[in-house]
C-alpha cells in the first residue's frame, strides 16, 4: 500500500487575495521501515522549495511596489532583467529582478536601478555566513562544508573555501567594529561609586600557548585564549595573538563590556600566572583580582613531586621536605 502527500502553501496577500502553491509531493509506502516519515533527503527537498517559494513571493512582491515611481506615480520604464542568485541555509534562490530607468522627475546620479538589489545587497543570508562562521571557529573549514552539506540543502558549490572566505569576511567586520572603541574603563573612580550595585563578580579563564606557524614551520607565535562567565550572560570566548593584534587590551575590554561589566564591578581572573596574561589583564583593570587556578595549580603540584622523587635518590632528607610542601599544596588546593 502507498500513501501520497501532496504539501502546499497558501499565500495571503495584504489585499485579502489568496492564492495555494503546491511545494512537495511524496509517495510513502507502510511496509518499509524506512520510509516512516520524512527522509532525510525529502526534508531538503522540502525546505529547499519552501524557501524557493517564499522568497519569490517575498520578492515579486517588493518588485511590484517598487515599479512606480514615488513622486508622479507613473510607471519606471524597464531597462533590462536579469537574476539574482541569493544563497541561504535553505538552497540557492534564482529570483527574476528588474533593472529600471529613474524617472525624469527624479534627480537621480545614476541613469538606472534595480529595486531588489536595495531590498537584497547581501546575497548570501546573514543565518548561511552565521552558521558557517560559527562552527568554522569550533572545526576545520573541511568539515563544516560537509556537516552544512550533510543537514542543509545549502548550495552544491558550497566548499572549504567558500567557508574560509566567509569568516574572514565577518572576522573583518568584526574588526572593524572594534575600531574606536575603548580600551579602559571610561570615567573616573570617583563616579564609578555612584555607578548602581553591580552583580556579582565576572570569572574571566586566560590562557596562553604557542603554535606552530603554518608558513615558517620553524616560528612559533603565541595565542591567546580565555573565557569569561558573568551570573546574568551566557559566557563568552575570545583569543588573540598578542603581537599581532594592535590592541589586546580593547579586545577583551570589549568582551567584558559585551557581558554587561561596569566600572565598579569585580572581576576575578583565573590563570597560570604567566607574565603575558598576567600584564594584559593588570594595564587593563588595575583592581582585578587574580587568582591562579586550579588546574595549572596542580600541574605545577605534579612537576614538583617529580622532582621531590628524583631527589629522594641522591638526598633523601631534601627529597622528604619538598614531598612535604607538595603534599601541603595539595591540600591548600583542595580547601580553596
Ligand atoms: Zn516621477
Redesign the pocket.
Known amino acids: 500500500m502507498v500513501m501520497h502527500f501532496k504539501i502546499q502553501v497558501v499565500i495571503e496577500e495584504e489585499s485579502g487575495q489568496s492564492t495555494l502553491e503546491d511545494v512537495v509531493e511524496l509517495s510513502k509506502g507502510l511496509d518499509h521501515k524506512n520510509t516512516v516519515g520524512l527522509s532525510l533527503l525529502e526534508s531538503k527537498q522540502l525546505l529547499q522549495s519552501l524557501q524557493r517559494t517564499i522568497v519569490l513571493h517575498q520578492a515579486a512582491s517588493y518588485s511590484e511596489a517598487h515599479q512606480?515611481?514615488?513622486?508622479?506615480?507613473?510607471k519606471?520604464r524597464i531597462k533590462g532583467h536579469h537574476t539574482i542568485q541569493f544563497r541561504s541555509l535553505f538552497g540557492i534562490v534564482a529570483i527574476p529582478s528588474l533593472r529600471l530607468y529613474?524617472?525624469?522627475?527624479?534627480n537621480a546620479s545614476t541613469k538606472s536601478f534595480s529595486p531588489l538589489n536595495e531590498w537584497l545587497p547581501e546575497h548570501t543570508s546573514p543565518e548561511l555566513m552565521y552558521i558557517e562562521t560559527k562552527w568554522a571557529s569550533l572545526m576545520s573549514y573541511g568539515s563544516t562544508a560537509d556537516l552544512l552539506h550533510d543537514v542543509l540543502p545549502v548550495n552544491q558549490s558550497l566548499n572549504p573555501a567558500t567557508v574560509r572566505n566567509h569568516l574572514h569576511n565577518i572576522a573583518k567586520r568584526q574588526e572593524a567594529e572594534l575600531e574606536g572603541k575603548p580600551d579602559h574603563l571610561s570615567g573616573c573612580p570617583r563616579d564609578w561609586e555612584k555607578l548602581p550595585k553591580p552583580g556579582k563578580p565576572i570569572v574571566v579563564g586566560i590562557d596562553g600557548g604557542y603554535v606552530r606557524n603554518w608558513e615558517q614551520k620553524n616560528t612559533n607565535f603565541e595565542i591567546i585564549a580565555g573565557k569569561s562567565f558573568s551570573k546574568t550572560q551566557p559566557s563568552k570566548r575570545f583569543g588573540l595573538v598578542q603581537k599581532m593584534d594592535d590592541n589586546p587590551q580593547r579586545r577583551l575590554m570589549n568582551v567584558l563590556k559585551e557581558q554587561g561589566m561596569q566600572a565598579n564591578q569585580q572581576i576575578t581572573f583565573l590563570s597560570d600566572g604567566a607574565d603575558n596574561v598576567r600584564n594584559l589583564q593588570y594595564r587593563m583593570y588595575p583592581e582585578s583580582e587574580h587568582v591562579l587556578d586550579w588546574f595549572h595549580l596542580t600541574m605545577k603540584l605534579t612537576v614538583l613531586n617529580q622532582f621531590a622523587k628524583g631527589m629522594a635518590h641522591t638526598d633523601p632528607d631534601e627529597g622528604a621536605q619538598v614531598t612535604k610542601a607538595v603534599d601541603a599544596g595539595r591540600k591548600l588546593t583542595r580547601k580553596a
Open positions: 512606480d515611481c514615488p513622486c508622479c506615480q507613473k519606471r529613474h524617472c525624469s522627475c527624479a
